[in-house]
């Protein structure tokens, strides 16, 4: 027998069986002298894929199995605790965002109903992809059918691409009452507002379609793990049993276009009103100019920091371990920290939030 430390924390190993018209992998918790079962496996695994490849006999998998966030199950049960905790407080903290705005006319601005906006699809966003992991992490690996994978991949992209642009329509509108405060009203007109809204959801949703249904289109003939605890693009590309070249040279333009895209929109304006900032007579202007746009730059570069690294990079090179702790960052940290920076130096939102809680 190997010499493997046998008091090594337990492991998972992957059980392979024919089920369904497939091969699926079962995850199977077993000690540290069992890995090396998972090179037997994954050996076996690539010989099958190889010979249905020869054959032409490929037949779509019906169904993928989530490894989730975690398969190490001392640890399971405390990152559901806490998970579920950030789930609930996201929800709550976005909906009393958008009923503020809604309900208060001191907040009928720009800004607010951008901030709306940005709620509204958190909200939507955080309920995509947190089911998943709270399920992955109850009960270990499951499995999820083709359909509601790729349905839960469509408005994953939908919705991250919507907030890229969204981000960048808010750092227009910051552009535009700090560097043109005389003509605000004027170019942030509700009609101008809603039109910005509007394109951000329709570009997000034509990406969305080409992007899920290049992906979609592929032939999966197993195996069927995704080691993530939600169905993105990169583990999916990772399992296709034919040529992906194509699909992810559009998932890499499409990255570039809506990330790098909005990023430099974004930037653009925010290097504008720093410079408009530099050249303000009053400190005290400075200062309350600085502390509206501070809030703005932190989120923008949490979210872009961490998208950026993972869908701006060649699909099938990335570190998948490293990819779901940074694909947490945006799809749970972000939304939940959103509304606390964005209204943390707020005084409107402040006096509004003190009015509705009958705070003195």
Not at 145 to 168: D, K, N, P, R, Y
Not at 314 to 322: E, G, K, N, T
Not at 324 to 337: A, E
Request: aromatic share 10%; glycine share 4%; charged share 15%.
């Amino acid at each position: 027998m190997d010499s493997y430390d046998q008091d090594k924390e337990p492991q998972f190993y992957y059980h392979l069986e024919y089920r369904s018209g497939h091969w699926a992998i079962n995850p199977v918790p077993s000690t540290a002298v069992e890995r090396k079962r998972n090179q037997n496996v994954n050996k076996l695994v690539s010989l099958q894929r190889e010979r249905s490849l020869e054959s032409g006999n490929m037949t779509r998998v019906q169904e993928f199995v989530l490894l989730g966030l975690s398969t190490t199950l001392d640890i399971r049960d405390v990152l559901l605790a806490i998970f579920l905790t950030l789930y609930l407080l996201t929800l709550l903290e976005n909906t009393l965002i958008i009923y503020l705005v809604c309900s208060h006319s001191e907040l009928h601005k720009p800004m607010y109903f951008f901030l709306g906006n940005l709620s509204c699809l958190e909200m939507c966003y955080v309920s995509v992809t947190m089911p998943s992991l709270l399920v992955g992490l109850r009960t270990g690996p499951y499995h999820i059918s083709f359909t509601a994978c790729m349905t839960q991949l469509f408005f994953f992209i939908v919705l991250i691409g919507t907030e890229c642009t969204l981000l960048a329509s808010m750092a227009y509108d910051r552009y535009v009452a700090i560097c043109h405060p005389l003509h605000y009203p004027l170019l942030m007109r509700p009609q101008v507002c809603l039109g910005l809204a509007m394109t951000s959801w329709l570009g997000g949703l034509l990406v969305s379609v080409v992007k899920t249904s290049c992906i979609a289109s592929l032939s999966y003939c197993g195996p069927n793990v995704l080691n993530h605890f939600f169905c993105d693009v990169s583990p999916l590309l990772n399992l296709s049993c034919t040529p992906v070249a194509l699909t992810e040279l559009v998932d890499f333009i499409s990255a570039i276009v809506i990330f790098c895209g909005t990023l430099l929109g974004a930037l653009a304006s925010y290097s504008a009103i720093g410079v408009a900032v530099l050249h303000m007579p009053s400190a005290a202007a400075r200062r309350k100019a600085f502390s509206t746009c501070a809030s703005h730059l932190v989120v923008v570069g949490i979210f872009y920091s961490a998208a950026l690294f993972i869908y701006c990079r060649p699909s099938r090179i990335r570190p998948m371990d490293l990819s779901k702790v940074l694909s947490v960052i945006y799809t749970v940290l972000t939304p939940m920290c959103n509304p606390i920076i964005y209204c943390l130096r707020n005084r409107e939102v402040h006096v509004v939030l003190r009015k509705t809680l009958h705070w003195p």
